[in-house]
């Protein structure tokens, strides 16, 4: 999509009960009892396609749909929108349609020439206006009448007339005005009014779009999810008109690459802009005048700092918002004393108006007024910023950010820092520089701006180190690594920055909580390679520092708390499950109840992605949803993203997978910076496609996901998309393929003695060596060796893995009953663990055994168990293989009745005889569609036919069933 091309939503988002309300009056018209029905709202908000919907509406039930608009300028002339309808009347379908749009243009254009005084002339036109119209009843109809708002007063008053005449008539009128456009003395206003309160009509009123319904909207006009960063400052920006998002969505949008990115604060669309400014054309010059001071203070203003602004007194201030309220312009806010401009558009579009030097002018009687009036630092500063008046604008602007960092609005405060370093002095002192880009470099890794954190950061240690303050620089060294390791920074250099950071303060005085901080870093950057022993190591270390210290700094809090989450997820990952859990979460209750946000923000992450990847679903999901509250609360934006990427980790597992994609593109389109989330992302959306056997789609996915995690150097990102890939091959039937993606996966584990990761790779690498290897040698020496390294660690999550790989050796070598047993206890196991994917095909495997047992009963009943879990989550390649059971278990005697077709085929051409098509086909067994148009080419070749309908008529000449 175009930066500067509109796209309109292909779906009409937030107006179900409206079209429901109309479906309901045109069957109502249909059966004789019409009505005229008003659709209101302000420019923008989504009328004329909420009209067009009813009309499609109306046409499929058989009415004839015609149409009239009025246009600007329309009230001066008399009969605009009848001569219009006029017109559509004689393009129609029928005779009495066109009949009477003869008449109706006829009557308009003849001359005055009846007797009589005006009044009666007058009402006598209307009649007969009226007479043509009613004249209509062969059909039903419906009569769409758009921007009444600019209708004169004639037509009004034949839609009247009409409206009084439509209860015993098969006829719906719409009419369509914008609310914002009926001013006084706006010759609707009234007529309106008369309509409803005479119960003649009845009116909806369009609502604008909640922030969920923008993010739908966004979503359909993009083809993908929007980031939520992205629809939060359009419905910001919007105030939630449809038109509005539409026209942001498209600025927001690269023409090149189709990135979206948060709106330019300081667009306004042209439709907008062109119409506000012709209404306030209109207005007296002191009007004028006082709502260009309202636009410089902002989207609400205060009457009292208005007055103080413009220097005019109380009756002046009130007429001139009263003349504004009239046209629409403002309306009252919150307060006694409160306005707000009616969309942030409008007061953005009198602002860009303001001559620069004027605005400049006024924006500094706005802040020296506020300071007066003790306003906030905030709209102090941004003031100040925009007269141009750097000093005071920096001074409140460091103030008001330090306030926002307290309360978790991290955003602001970013926003806040950035001014202030814009209008930082030119003889700043190093060291208050460097901690402003301190401050700055935590509040843009707080929102997941990771390019702009690493900048501060690296600019404040270089500035702290310059100005001598070592022990300063290195406090910031721990931060920083955290950002580079989102970015891709390799284990090596974060190990070098930590490393180095601890030799510079070597020795130096007061240095032990900074030390504590940088020993809690290594412990963390080796924790996240999976080393756990050189993290234990640094943890300890960092933790017998804090325990030491008898000062008990934030700094050694942070670093205490930290270190424990680390070790918590240590234990975890070495198999000692409570243990890790208790650590984990007494480090998270003590880090929200001492308002450690990054610490508690961190200690969720940890928790819960942790137990997503140790087969603890049921915790996972708990942990993180909770963790994504909590960082939602504030506003830690890379925590939750990461978090909601783990979640459909775990909706995954789970079989849940139409929940595990709408997630992970969420996390994916959501996570700005963070390169962790788009890996664990990419990598769900490849499982996902992998289970529906798409395996183009999955392996592109997962290539991406791997060459990202590659670049990391990190079990954790490398092994997950490794897996998915080894199992893509082998579904291929590219056995070799995955033998050595197995192999490569088993590899990366043994260098850490992990098994978290390791444990997808055993079943996996057990088939493919079986498939490609005769005698099942390799398979078993695979076996051991992985079984080995799972059991070391013992994590129970991981250890069904064995019992159904043992399950898969023992049915190769023909031990029936060890095999039946073995898979038995993985399909519970897997089941109990609620991991989808591995316990549907253990199922299928014990239907396997039961074949070859000679049980077809059980067999049939473990496919059809299958069949019944994967059909609703499409996972084709689990419906294939419970399809070839099926045809294994069936008696085949029953054959007779399809031959020469397979029992699979009889079915497809059973339901070809039904007159289904392939896609209906693929829906009723589970199957894709291209499996379905195999199926029938078999079948045609098979009978020797050239046409479906031959397929239909063998079918309907089988013997019946039994």
């Known amino acids: 999509m175009s930066g500067r091309d509109v796209v309109a939503s292909p779906v009409l988002v937030g107006r179900d009960e409206l079209l429901a309300l109309a479906g309901r009056r045109l069957e109502q018209a249909a059966a004789g009892h019409g009505h005229l029905l008003f659709v209101a709202g302000e420019a923008g908000i989504g009328k004329s396609r909420l009209l067009g919907s009813v009309s499609r509406s109306a046409e499929r039930l058989g009415f004839s749909v015609l149409r009239a608009t009025a246009f600007p300028g329309d009230q001066q002339d008399s009969g605009g929108v009848l001569l219009d309808l006029a017109g559509d009347l004689r393009r129609a379908g029928d005779d009495a349609a066109r009949s009477a749009g003869a008449v109706l243009a006829e009557r308009l254009r003849e001359p005055q020439r009846r007797e009589g005084d005006r009044h009666r002339r007058r009402r006598l036109l209307v009649q007969d206006l009226s007479d043509a119209l009613t004249d209509l009843d062969d059909v039903p109809r419906l009569i769409v009448l758009e921007d009444l708002h600019?209708?004169?007063?004639?037509?009004?008053?034949?839609?009247?007339?009409?409206?009084?005449?439509?209860?015993?008539?098969?006829?719906?009128?719409?009419?369509?005005?914008?609310?914002?456009?009926?001013?006084?003395?706006?010759?609707?206003?009234?007529?309106?009014?008369?309509?409803?309160?005479?119960?003649?009509?009845?009116?909806?009123?369009?609502?604008?779009?909640?922030?969920?319904?923008?993010?739908?909207?966004?979503?359909?006009?993009?083809?993908?999810?929007?980031?939520?960063?992205?629809?939060?400052?359009?419905?910001?920006?919007?105030?939630?008109?449809?038109?509005?998002?539409?026209?942001?969505?498209?600025?927001?949008?690269?023409?090149?690459?189709?990135?979206?990115?948060?709106?330019?604060?300081?667009?306004?669309?042209?439709?907008?802009?062109?119409?506000?400014?012709?209404?306030?054309?209109?207005?007296?010059?002191?009007?004028?005048?006082?709502?260009?001071?309202?636009?410089?203070?902002?989207?609400?203003f205060d009457v009292d700092l208005l007055a103080d602004v413009t220097a005019a007194d109380a009756e002046t201030v009130d007429r001139c918002l009263r003349e504004l309220r009239s046209v629409y312009l403002v309306r009252?806010?919150?307060?006694?004393a409160g306005f707000d401009f009616r969309h942030a558009l409008i007061r953005d579009a009198?602002?860009?108006?303001?001559?620069?030097?004027?605005?400049?002018?006024?924006?500094?009687?706005?802040?020296?007024?506020?300071?007066?009036?003790?306003?906030?630092?905030?709209?102090?500063?941004?003031?100040?910023?925009?007269?141009?008046?750097?000093?005071?604008?920096?001074?409140?602007?460091?103030?008001?950010?330090?306030?926002?960092?307290?309360?978790?609005?991290?955003?602001?405060a970013l926003e806040l820092d950035r001014r202030a370093l814009r209008n930082a002095p030119a003889d700043v002192a190093p060291a208050e520089l460097a901690d402003l880009l301190a401050a700055l470099a935590g509040e843009a890794a707080a929102v997941d701006d990771n390019d702009s954190a690493c900048e501060a950061f690296e600019r404040a240690h270089d500035l702290r180190r310059a100005d001598g303050d070592l022990v300063g620089a290195a406090a910031l060294v721990a931060p920083l690594v955290s950002v580079t390791h989102l970015l891709g920074e390799s284990l090596p250099l974060r190990v070098r920055r930590l490393q180095s950071a601890l030799d510079s303060i070597e020795g130096l005085p007061d240095a032990e909580p900074v030390r504590a901080g940088l020993l809690s870093g290594l412990a963390a950057a080796y924790m996240l390679d999976r080393r756990l022993e050189e993290s234990i190591r640094y943890g300890e270390l960092s933790r017998a520092l804090v325990q030491g210290s008898s000062h008990g700094s934030g700094g050694e809090r942070a670093a205490d708390l930290n270190t424990a989450a680390t070790l918590g997820s240590v234990l975890l990952f070495t198999g000692q499950l409570d243990a890790g859990h208790a650590l984990?979460?007494?480090?998270?209750?003590?880090?929200?109840?001492?308002?450690?946000?990054?610490?508690?923000?961190?200690?969720?992450?940890?928790?819960?992605?942790?137990?997503?990847?140790?087969?603890?679903?049921?915790?996972?999901?708990?942990?993180?949803?909770?963790?994504?509250?909590?960082?939602?609360?504030?506003?830690?934006?890379?925590?939750?993203?990461?978090?909601?990427?783990?979640?459909?980790?775990?909706?995954?597992?789970?079989?849940?997978?139409?929940?595990?994609?709408?997630?992970?593109?969420?996390?994916?389109?959501?996570g700005r910076g963070g390169i962790t989330t788009r890996i664990t992302a990419l990598y769900v959306l490849g499982y996902v496609q992998l289970g529906?056997?798409?395996?183009?789609?999955?392996?592109?996915?997962?290539?991406?996901?791997?060459?990202?995690?590659?670049?990391?150097?990190?079990?954790?990102?490398?092994?997950?998309?490794?897996?998915?890939?080894?199992?893509?091959?082998?579904?291929?039937?590219?056995?070799?393929?995955?033998?050595?993606?197995?192999?490569?996966?088993?590899?990366?584990?043994?260098?850490?003695?992990?098994?978290?990761?390791?444990?997808?790779?055993?079943?996996?690498?057990?088939?493919?060596?079986?498939?490609?290897?005769?005698?099942?040698?390799?398979?078993?020496?695979?076996?051991?060796?992985?079984?080995?390294?799972?059991?070391?660690?013992?994590?129970?999550?991981?250890?069904?893995?064995?019992?159904?790989?043992?399950?898969?050796?023992?049915?190769?070598?023909?031990?029936?009953?060890?095999?039946?047993?073995?898979?038995?206890?993985?399909?519970?196991?897997?089941?109990?663990?609620?991991?989808?994917?591995?316990?549907?095909?253990?199922?299928?495997?014990?239907?396997?055994?039961?074949?070859?047992?000679?049980?077809?009963?059980?067999?049939?009943?473990?496919?059809?168990?299958?069949?019944a879990s994967a059909g609703p989550v499409a996972a084709r390649p689990l419906l294939d293989a419970a399809g070839a059971v099926l045809e294994q278990a069936r008696p085949k005697a029953a054959t007779t009745r399809w031959h020469p077709l397979s029992e699979r085929e009889f079915e497809v051409a059973a339901l070809v005889a039904e007159g289904l098509t392939n896609r209906q086909i693929a829906e009723r067994l589970f199957l894709s569609p291209r499996t379905v148009s195999a199926h029938v080419e078999h079948i045609l070749s098979k009978l020797g036919a050239a046409r479906r309908a031959e397929i239909a008529a063998w079918a309907s000449r089988r013997p019946a069933e039994g």
Do not use: K
């Open 332 to 336: 009252t806010g919150a307060g006694p």
């Open 584 to 670: 984990l979460e007494e480090s998270i209750t003590r880090a929200v109840q001492g308002h450690e946000e990054a610490e508690a923000g961190r200690g969720y992450r940890m928790l819960g992605t942790s137990a997503s990847v140790l087969v603890e679903y049921e915790r996972a999901a708990g942990w993180l949803r909770r963790g994504i509250d909590y960082a939602d609360a504030v506003e830690l934006w890379n925590h939750r993203s990461y978090m909601s990427a783990h979640l459909a980790h775990v909706h995954w597992a789970r079989g849940e997978w139409a929940e595990a994609e709408q997630t992970a593109e969420h996390a994916l389109a959501d």
């Open 150 to 300: 600019w209708a004169d007063q004639l037509s009004l008053e034949v839609v009247a007339h009409l409206a009084t005449r439509l209860p015993g008539r098969a006829c719906l009128m719409l009419g369509a005005y914008r609310s914002d456009e009926l001013y006084p003395r706006t010759a609707m206003r009234d007529w309106r009014s008369r309509l409803l309160s005479g119960r003649l009509a009845e009116e909806v009123r369009l609502p604008r779009m909640t922030a969920a319904q923008t993010a739908t909207l966004a979503s359909a006009v993009l083809g993908r999810p929007a980031p939520a960063q992205v629809v939060a400052a359009i419905h910001d920006r919007s105030d939630g008109i449809p038109l509005h998002i539409e026209e942001l969505l498209a600025a927001a949008t690269d023409e090149a690459t189709g990135v979206v990115r948060e709106p330019d604060l300081r667009h306004v669309p042209d439709t907008l802009a062109d119409a506000v400014l012709a209404r306030a054309a209109a207005l007296p010059d002191d009007v004028r005048a006082m709502a260009s001071a309202a636009a410089v203070i902002g989207r609400s």
């Open 692 to 867: 529906r056997g798409e395996l183009d789609a999955a392996d592109d996915l997962l290539a991406q996901a791997l060459q990202l995690g590659e670049s990391m150097a990190e079990l954790q990102r490398i092994s997950p998309p490794l897996w998915g890939l080894a199992q893509s091959a082998a579904l291929r039937g590219d056995h070799a393929r995955a033998v050595e993606l197995c192999e490569r996966g088993y590899a990366l584990s043994r260098e850490v003695a992990d098994a978290a990761y390791l444990f997808p790779f055993l079943v996996t690498g057990v088939r493919a060596h079986l498939s490609s290897d005769g005698s099942g040698g390799l398979a078993r020496d695979w076996f051991g060796q992985v079984r080995d390294a799972l059991v070391a660690r013992s994590i129970p999550g991981t250890l069904p893995a064995v019992d159904h790989a043992r399950g898969l050796l023992e049915l190769d070598s023909g031990d029936l009953t060890a095999a039946d047993a073995s898979l038995t206890d993985a399909a519970a196991a897997w089941g109990a663990l609620g991991r989808f994917w591995e316990g549907s095909w253990a199922v299928l495997d014990q239907a396997t055994a039961a074949v070859l047992g000679r049980r077809p009963a059980q067999a049939v009943a473990l496919a059809e168990q299958v069949r």
């Open 350 to 412: 009198l602002y860009d108006d303001v001559p620069l030097p004027r605005r400049r002018l006024l924006h500094e009687r706005v802040a020296e007024a506020a300071v007066r009036r003790g306003y906030p630092d905030a709209f102090v500063s941004a003031h100040y910023d925009q007269a141009g008046m750097s000093e005071p604008a920096y001074r409140h602007a460091r103030a008001a950010a330090r306030a926002a960092a307290t309360i978790s609005a991290h955003r602001e």
